[in-house]
């Protein structure tokens, strides 16, 4: 409705330019443009122009609409029907689309419906804002869902007055996010749609960006893509393969018309100017778009090809035998005659996430869906909304979850942002089990299909789009340092930083990891100062972070760390107020002959006995915040724990300490009756927190893992 509606009052502005004073007729134009800070700039410039032309003054408000600046819009707009004869009808649209905005649902169907009884029975909005009605009408329904989710903008150091769109989270950083936006800045300029350079009318192309949370919170360091990724042409990021070693991109003179390009981090003196194409089933001159690779053999995407549903619909198509089958409409329940766009689906591999405008699924603009693919009736389940906060009245879509299973990540052009499209973050309460692996999976032996990857790039551990260079060739020593070298650290005060020998001893677990890939490290933090047991446990996760932090500026992932921080139940430290105690995984196929410290062989424990040393370890998730935890709950109920996966903003709260899942089991089902709904059992091997995929490559050395995996 948005695209309808702005071209049919700029093409207005520019028929009528021409008769209007110099003030008007530049503001017209940049309006036509959509130049609105400038439109509304030539607007103020005159004001007595505004005071006495109401054409001027509408114009005045719906800049003010399009800069997000929502009151003065309103009291422009109330003043217009409060002063003119016969206010134009768009008045009333534009004040439903405020409220809409603010998410007054009741307020904005009942000005939607002012504006259609005052437009002309032909008006081709028509059909268009009785849509938006239906959309009001299921916001004022869902508005009163329960949410077990927060929403979160990244904030001005990522998002700009401009569009920030489309969110790819880095395969091997989670604290690395890629995107796309049209900035100033960006390379080629303002340009006109000719293509010739414009620095008054014109518009900048796309680029492609990153940036990083480090510590897991404040999302900043933007960096744009290097010259031979970025060019003055649009390029919009489209996804990663699976083990991020090439990237999937548009290129294209308008976002409408290129090609899709696949980069595979070559280095820099083997590069030429041009990419190679992806030899797959997109073609963006038939309107597909908005690509999901699923572990490089499976692919979904957007398109607008004849012979679907209308709008766009949603299709897949598979790698089998050295090629892609031809793309397949993913069906009635999925696809509408609207638009469905920018899927994304699950680790379980039959969890789709999308985002759809049918009035009958959304409560304004594209909203994000989710529907699950039943094998055995061989259909999709009808989708559902996942509602507020995550979707708003606005244009919510790219939407992908984090390996955690706790974030979300999505673009949205809501009226409470600082531009036209910003990023966001969402903090899901309770694990989301979709993002499990499910257990027959197998990597497929297809991978990188088309693609021809230079054989020294497995798995990049370093920004390669921005710093494009081979990786390091990883050393393998015979063996790693001696069970000795990881004896526990200690602190004396809250403000106690790294000590230089702290800084050798985590040299060595660094070396260590590296060294062996696949090897999983659990930090584990006591605080001993007399606090209340939650500022003990938050406090003690904070030296965790210090610890893992200096590991992953050492070069190693942040994927194989784990950091927690146990009640220390009244025990005393050798030293200090503070201890990190550090714990292997070791991976499947892992050389027998060597030795590594582990929770008991070669273990050094800060509080000897400690339940959070047995190698295998229930717990009860209760909580997952992105602060400390407030309230007895904790205090209850003994051995209470705080954990988290470095980069990652949420914490995880459990409780108990059980030797077998059915303890376990029982206990949840306890704090369930108490009211904890939501709680769930989480085993632990060694430390490190698994799945019911890692806990099943355990069923040999841990047979009770069998009743949680199944």
Request: charged fraction near 20%.
């Amino acid at each position: 409705m948005r695209i309808i509606i702005l071209t049919w009052i700029a093409v207005a502005a520019l028929a009528s330019a021409q008769a209007q004073g110099p003030g008007k007729q530049e503001a017209k134009e940049f309006f036509a443009h959509q130049h609105y800070a400038e439109a509304l700039s030539a607007l103020n410039s005159n004001p007595a122009l505004v005071k006495s032309d109401p054409e001027a003054r509408f114009l005045l408000a719906v800049c003010h609409y399009q800069l997000n600046q929502l009151a003065e819009a309103e009291a422009a707009l109330l003043n217009l029907i409060k002063s003119e004869k016969s206010p134009y009808p768009e008045c009333w649209l534009y004040l439903g689309k405020i409220y809409h905005a603010m998410h007054q649902f009741g307020k904005a169907a009942d000005h939607y419906k002012d504006y259609l009884r005052r437009a002309r029975p032909s008006h081709p909005n028509r059909q268009m804002v009785w849509d938006e009605t239906r959309r009001c009408a299921n916001g004022m329904e869902w508005q009163y869902r329960q949410a077990e989710v927060a929403v979160e903008n990244m904030g001005r150091a990522v998002n700009t007055e401009y569009d920030e769109f489309a969110p790819i989270l880095s395969p091997n950083f989670s604290s690395k996010l890629y995107f796309s936006s049209i900035r100033p800045g960006n390379i080629g300029g303002s340009r006109n749609s000719s293509g010739f350079p414009d620095n008054r009318l014109g518009h900048h192309s796309s680029d492609m960006f990153s940036c990083e949370a480090p510590g897991g919170s404040n999302w900043g360091n933007v960096k744009a893509m290097h010259h031979l990724l970025n060019s003055p042409q649009h390029e919009v990021l489209l996804d990663f393969n699976a083990d991020g070693s090439a990237l999937y991109y548009f290129k294209g003179a308008t976002p409408e018309t290129g090609q899709i390009f696949v980069d595979t981090f070559r280095k820099m003196e083997e590069r030429s100017l041009s990419t190679n194409p992806f030899l797959g089933p997109l073609s963006p001159a038939i309107g597909d778009g908005a690509p999901f690779f699923a572990n490089d053999t499976l692919l979904y995407f957007a398109s607008r090809r004849p012979g679907g549903f209308g709008g766009l619909d949603l299709y897949t198509s598979t790698f089998s035998n050295g090629k892609w089958t031809a793309p397949e409409n993913l069906g009635p329940v999925i696809n509408t005659p609207y638009d469905e766009t920018t899927p994304f689906l699950a680790r379980d591999g039959r969890t789709l996430y999308f985002s759809s405008n049918h009035p009958h699924r959304s409560l304004g603009g594209l909203d994000v869906l989710k529907a699950v693919y039943n094998a055995g009736a061989k259909r999709w389940t009808e989708p559902e909304n996942l509602g507020l906060p995550v979707n708003s009245a606005a244009d919510d879509a790219y939407f992908r979850i984090g390996k955690d299973g706790f974030t979300g990540y999505f673009s949205s052009s809501r009226k409470d942002g600082y531009g036209q499209r910003d990023l966001y973050l969402a903090y899901f309460q309770n694990y989301l089990p979709e993002m499990e692996l499910p257990a027959d999976f197998q990597p497929s032996s297809q991978t990188r299909p088309l693609i021809k990857v230079e054989e020294n790039i497995t798995r990049p551990q370093k920004d390669l789009a921005t710093e494009p260079a081979a990786p390091a060739v990883e050393s393998t020593p015979a063996h790693p340092a001696p069970a000795s070298a990881f004896a526990p650290i200690y602190f004396g005060q809250e403000k106690d930083g790294l000590s230089e020998n702290d800084k050798i001893q985590l040299g060595r677990i660094a070396e260590t990891m590296k060294a062996f890939p696949g090897l999983q490290l659990a930090i584990t933090a006591f605080c001993t100062e007399p606090l209340p047991l939650s500022a003990r446990l938050f406090n003690g996760i904070k030296k965790a972070q210090l610890a893992a932090d200096f590991l992953i500026r050492q070069g190693v992932g942040e994927g194989a760390i784990s950091i927690r921080s146990g009640d220390a139940g009244g025990a005393r430290l050798r030293s200090g107020a503070y201890a990190l105690e550090f714990s292997f995984l070791k991976p499947e196929g892992f050389p027998p002959e060597t030795i590594l410290p582990d929770l008991e062989t070669g273990f050094a424990p800060a509080i000897p006995g400690h339940s959070s040393h047995r190698k295998l370890l229930y717990k009860v998730q209760v909580s997952s915040l992105s602060g400390p935890f407030k309230g007895p709950l904790i205090e209850r109920h003994p051995d209470a724990m705080v954990e988290k996966s470095p980069g990652l903003a949420l914490y995880r709260y459990t409780l108990g300490a059980f030797s077998s899942f059915s303890q376990a089991e029982a206990f949840r089902q306890e704090l369930a009756r108490a009211g904890q709904k939501s709680a769930f059992v989480a085993p632990y091997i060694c430390g490190v927190r698994a799945d019911r995929a890692l806990a099943r490559k355990y069923l040999s050395e841990f047979p009770d893992l069998r009743n949680f995996a199944n």
